[in-house]
């Protein structure tokens, strides 16, 4: 059996880790609610602008794969990179509805072009290395890299947003480690580019195959719908968190120092707040090969079906907590956790179950259908939000899951029933 420490030290597997610290070095992640608030939108705004950028992704999320696995992962993901610059830039400015559009719209493109692409990489190379039976261990130490890249850069972010002169500086001090991203993916290999020539295929044949390859897979269907549901709520759900810890912090009266406005007191909590969470998310990620080792024995989809069951529970837990800051942390923390610890494995089922040759391709359908039903989930969440309340929202959204935990629940024991009387 490979020694974990020598799959960490090799170069390659660096630069993975390095890439992923780097391109979450998002400084305004912690605010960005917050920041579009005061900027005077309101909920059912910024709803629509996760769907805007939803629908883009939608739009360009299959041909972005097709083209990646055509003329390469390594310059499409160069590509992604200049989008999403343009559109830290675009937020930089962003006053209004309008700018905000087009800011979403940017970034949107750079998450279509992005999404499936580095992961593909990931696995190309640890087939060339023959390394394919650690897909959950190297990908658990590449986001764990990731988050803590997220960890450091909450930590920034109260530094930038204190000293800036404008709150809107976040997005510009952005810019410089997606450019040094830009510049570390340059140094890939080329073999990473995973050129899938095929001269005599239409790009819409192309598609046509790879759809009917996972419409008639059943368990690449049903896992990546799975995942589609839960990282929609996801995304739905996880920024909402930032007002009510908003509220919770200034009527709880918490002051670090009489020195300190209330504003800032709140951007600083929240900044910890996120750095925390993705410290012990990143600790959950690198330690995801462990729990799929422990349930090596059972289906990973049945595994996976529980996470939106404790994900459901966990966003109702919320929606009682909201005047309580810690709590609210703790549970906000648990989200992050029980994501952190899913994705790993859900990349390596998706792995096992993937045609070499259509793995962009697939990782963008996956990211699509997820973007289909955040279109759907968020517009309604912010909906709810604005008009009845957020924590409304949550028990809502949070009853859904567990509805779609029972009914998978209850189709894993009929196909067991079937098989067992075949």
């Known amino acids: 059996m490979l020694n974990k420490s020598y799959i960490y030290s090799d170069k390659q597997i660096k630069k993975f880790s390095l890439y992923g610290f780097l391109k979450n070095l998002k400084f305004f992640e912690p605010y960005i609610v917050i920041f579009l608030l005061n900027q005077g939108l309101n909920l059912i705004e910024i709803g629509l602008l996760y769907t805007i950028k939803e629908i883009i992704i939608n739009i360009f999320e299959i041909p972005s794969g097709i083209i990646a696995d055509r003329f390469g992962n390594k310059n499409e993901l160069l590509l992604s990179f200049v989008f999403y610059i343009i559109s830290f830039f675009c937020f930089f400015f962003t006053n209004n509805f309008t700018i905000a559009i087009i800011a979403t719209s940017f970034f949107g493109l750079g998450e279509a072009f992005r999404s499936g692409t580095h992961k593909a990489m990931i696995y190309t190379y640890l087939e060339i290395k023959g390394w394919q039976n650690q897909n959950t261990l190297v990908y658990g130490k590449t986001r764990s890299s990731s988050l803590l890249g997220s960890a450091l850069s909450s930590i920034l972010f109260i530094v930038i947003i204190l000293l800036a002169p404008k709150n809107n500086y976040i997005f510009l001090a952005s810019i410089l480690p997606y450019i040094l991203d830009f510049i570390l993916i340059t140094t890939y290999p080329n073999t990473l580019n995973n050129i899938v020539k095929q001269p005599n295929r239409s790009i819409k044949y192309t598609i046509k195959d790879m759809l009917s390859h996972i ?64 410290i012990f998310s990143s600790y959950a990620s690198k330690n995801a090969y462990r729990i799929k080792n422990h349930y090596n024995n059972k289906p990973i989809s049945v595994l996976l079906n529980y996470f939106n069951l404790l994900f459901g529970l966990v966003l109702i837990l919320i929606a009682f907590m909201t005047k309580l800051p810690i709590a609210l942390v703790i549970l906000f923390l648990v989200i992050y956790i029980i994501n952190n610890t899913r994705k790993p494995i859900y990349i390596d089922l998706l792995g096992n179950l993937m045609d070499k040759n259509e793995r962009v391709s697939i990782l963008s359908v996956s990211s699509q259908l997820k973007s289909l039903l955040t279109m759907a989930f968020a517009p309604l969440t912010g909906f709810i939000a604005d008009k009845i309340g957020i924590n409304y929202a949550f028990v809502i959204v949070g009853c859904c899951l567990i509805f779609i935990w029972c009914i998978n629940k209850i189709t894993t024991k009929n196909n067991e029933s079937i098989t067992s009387g075949n």
Do not use: C
Request: hydrophobic share 40%; no cysteine; charged share 15%.
């Open 215 to 278: 419409f008639n897979t059943k368990e690449l269907r049903n896992s990546m719908l799975n995942n589609g549901l839960f990282e929609s709520v996801l995304a739905s759900t996880k920024d909402l968190i930032q007002p009510l810890l908003e509220t919770a912090i200034i009527t709880s009266g918490i002051m670090m120092t009489y020195h300190i406005s209330t504003d800032n007191t709140t951007k600083v909590i929240l900044g910890l707040t996120y750095s925390m969470i993705y």
